[in-house]
C-alpha cells in the first residue's frame, strides 16, 4: 500500500513528496484542486498552505478536510473525475 511521508511544497501548487517506497516526486496539485472541497485551496493561499501528511490515512490533508488518494498522488490512478475528460497526469519527476 502506497502512503505519503512527508510533504513539502515547492512552488504555487507545486508539491515534493516522498513515499513509503523511499522515493520522491515533485507533483504539481494544480489539476486535482478542483471541487467545492478543493477550489477554497486554490483560492485562498494561506489554507493551501495548511498542507501536512495525515499519517493514519497516509497521505495529504489540509485543514479544510481536503485529501488526495496517495495512489493518485504516486501517479498510480486518477480521480474518477478526470478519468473520462484528462489524459494520464504523471508525476513531473
Known amino acids: 500500500m502506497i502512503a505519503v511521508t512527508s510533504v513539502q511544497i515547492?512552488?504555487?501548487?507545486?508539491?515534493?513528496l516522498e513515499?513509503?517506497?523511499?522515493?520522491r516526486k515533485t507533483v504539481d496539485l494544480a489539476p486535482f484542486l478542483r471541487g467545492p472541497i478543493f477550489e477554497p485551496l486554490k483560492r485562498n493561499?494561506?489554507?493551501?498552505?495548511?498542507?501536512?501528511?495525515?499519517?493514519?490515512?497516509g497521505t495529504i490533508v489540509w485543514d479544510n478536510?481536503?485529501?488526495?488518494?496517495?495512489?493518485?498522488l504516486y501517479g498510480k490512478h486518477q480521480p474518477a473525475w478526470m478519468?473520462?475528460?484528462c489524459p494520464t497526469l504523471t508525476p513531473t519527476s
Open 10 to 16: 515547492v512552488d504555487g501548487f507545486s508539491v515534493s
Open 19 to 23: 513515499f513509503n517506497t523511499d522515493e
Open 45 to 57: 493561499p494561506e489554507l493551501f498552505n495548511t498542507l501536512r501528511v495525515d499519517v493514519e490515512l
Open 65 to 72: 478536510g481536503a485529501d488526495v488518494d496517495p495512489d493518485v
Open 83 to 85: 478519468e473520462a475528460t
